[in-house]
């Protein structure tokens, strides 16, 4: 084991000393590291490992698990409670998405951002949260503020499929085409639904220069 990961693991230890881990669906205890409870747990639905393929289809996606179940309800409060210190665990669960991306090595990680004043209501961007250990794991360069949100568009879940698509179009812009441009990139967020937002952010990173870019996922509702 690293220095740094033994590091790491001893701040864990002194954090779950003064507040012990819960379970990221039902608020339950849990030993250090594990983000759900033994019966969340049982609700937890893997997606089967499988390429990530290339393409700019919005289709070019990995994800570790279904949307649903104790995945879903974490998620949920992780971002609206809000929960900031769910980042950990769901950031492990995470690292298991690497094996999705078979093989791919990115330059580049970069988080799907939020608009100013929603992060401002929240305190925190929870793809940028996600995609630190991810960026770690792959020993590359994270870029929490690559992209900029132009627009502050109404909350995707409200939405139909072609009203998604309409309503993040053209709403992210690369911050400085000099970071990206000529990049494999690795876009991270915690939840894909339609495909609607991630594929408007491959577009503005494509705009930018980038050479490729691919995305992962905490979890990814079925189709």
Same mark, same amino acid.
């Given at each position: ?8 693991? %001893?701040? =864990? ?18 030993? %250090? ?59 492990? &669960? ?24 929603? &992060? ?16 770690? =794991?792959?020993?590359?360069?994270? %870029? ?41 990139? &690795? ?23 980038? &050479? =490729?870019?691919?995305? %992962? ?7």
């Amino acid at each position: 084991m690293r220095i740094s990961t033994w590091i790491r693991f %001893l701040i =864990e230890l002194a954090i779950s000393i003064v507040a012990p881990p819960r379970c990221g669906a039902c608020g339950e205890a849990v030993s %250090l590291r594990h983000a759900f409870c033994a019966s969340c747990a049982r609700t937890v639905v893997a997606r089967p490992v499988a390429a990530c393929p290339a393409g700019g289809d919005g289709r070019s996606f990995a994800a570790p698990f279904i949307y649903g179940g104790a995945v879903a309800r974490a998620i949920v409060r992780f971002k609206y409670d809000p929960r900031p210190d769910l980042a950990a665990p769901l950031g492990e &669960l995470m690292r298991r998405g690497v094996a999705h991306l078979a093989g791919y090595a990115p330059d580049v990680v970069v988080p799907v951002p939020l608009h100013p004043s929603r &992060l401002t209501e929240r305190g925190f961007n929870q793809a940028a949260l996600l995609a630190k250990p991810i960026a770690r =794991e792959l020993r590359a360069r994270l %870029l929490a503020r690559a992209l900029v949100r132009t627009r502050d568009t109404p909350k995707q879940a409200s939405l139909g499929r072609s009203q998604r698509l309409h309503n993040v179009r053209s709403a992210f812009v690369a911050r400085d085409a000099i970071d990206v441009k000529g990049k494999r990139i &690795l876009l991270v967020d915690d939840v894909r639904t339609t495909g609607a937002t991630l594929l408007a952010c491959e577009e503005a990173l494509r705009r930018a220069g980038a &050479l =490729e870019v691919r995305s %992962l996922v905490l979890a990814a509702a079925e189709t």
